[in-house]
T-cell receptor, first 115, second 116 residues
Framework: DAGVTQSPTHLIKTRGQHVTLRCSPI?????VSWYQQVLGQGPQFIFQ???????GRGNFPDRFSARQFPNYSSELNVNALLLGDSALYLC??????????????FGQGTRLTVV | AQKVTQAQTEISVVEKEDVTLDCVYE???????LFWYKQPPSGELVFLIR??????QNEISGRYSWNFQKSTSSFNFTITASQVVDSAVYFC?????????????FGSGTKLNVKP
């Protein structure tokens, strides 16, 4: 079975542009979470979606948005890119929305560079 | 608020040495989960272990072992007889025990360099 797949793997954008990152969860998983990992730091929580509904949002500006589709894949959108948005964006998939009896599996991430 | 601290930024050892990665956490919850993930250069976070806050038994899996001490809010990770393939960044993480929400609080990571 395929793991969590993210696309693209690398991306270079210019300040002020918009970017869309995509994630396909493990087959059968209905929850997708997004994390931002700036170089040298641990991942920071951005969003969680379950059954197409937002379940949680981290401390990120409104320039960041996401959605989940009927097939449970997800998109993360970032508008008006800043240099500080350069990071590895990780997607995590899990079978249930909570943490009590489920594990989260991470994709390889999309490395975004803003120039 | 939840917080995870990994004070060791980078550790270098020679192959076959034992190495311990430290993790200290803060939470007001009585029920929570602790994790260790490995991040190789490819970027993917590889799950290593999950520990329930009510289970303080130490765990061993091959060359890996984990020491959970609630009294000191620590969840340390030891690699015995390290190998070059163990070189990676290791993250300790904490999550609340929720039915409808899943959020990890990660430490800043410890980069482990194992030299031949």
């Amino acid at each position: 079975d395929a793991g969590v797949t993210q696309s693209p793997t690398h991306l270079i954008k210019t300040r002020g542009q918009h970017v869309t990152l995509r994630c396909s969860p493990i087959s059968g998983h209905k929850s997708v979470s997004w994390y931002q990992q700036v170089l040298g730091q641990g991942p920071q929580f951005i969003f969680q979606y379950y059954e197409k509904e937002e379940r949680g949002r981290g401390n990120f500006p409104d320039r960041f948005s996401a959605r989940q589709f009927p097939n449970y894949s997800s998109e993360l959108n970032v508008n008006a890119l800043l240099l500080g948005d350069s990071a590895l964006y990780l997607c995590a998939s899990s079978s249930a929305p909570g943490t009590k009896n489920t594990e989260a599996f991470f994709g390889q991430g999309t490395r975004l560079t803003v120039v | 608020a939840q917080k995870v601290t990994q004070a060791q930024t980078e550790i270098s050892v020679v192959e076959k040495e034992d190495v311990t990665l430290d993790c200290v956490y803060e939470t007001r919850d009585t029920t929570y989960y602790l994790f260790w993930y490995k991040q190789p250069p490819s970027g993917e976070l590889v799950f290593l272990i999950r520990r329930n806050s009510f289970d303080e038994q130490n765990e061993i899996s091959g060359r890996y072992s984990w020491n959970f001490q609630k009294s000191t809010s620590s969840f340390n990770f030891t690699i015995t007889a390290s190998q070059v393939v163990d070189s990676a960044v290791y993250f300790c993480a904490l999550s609340e025990a929720k039915d409808n929400f899943n959020k990890f609080y990660f430490g800043s990571g410890t980069k482990l360099n194992v030299k031949p």
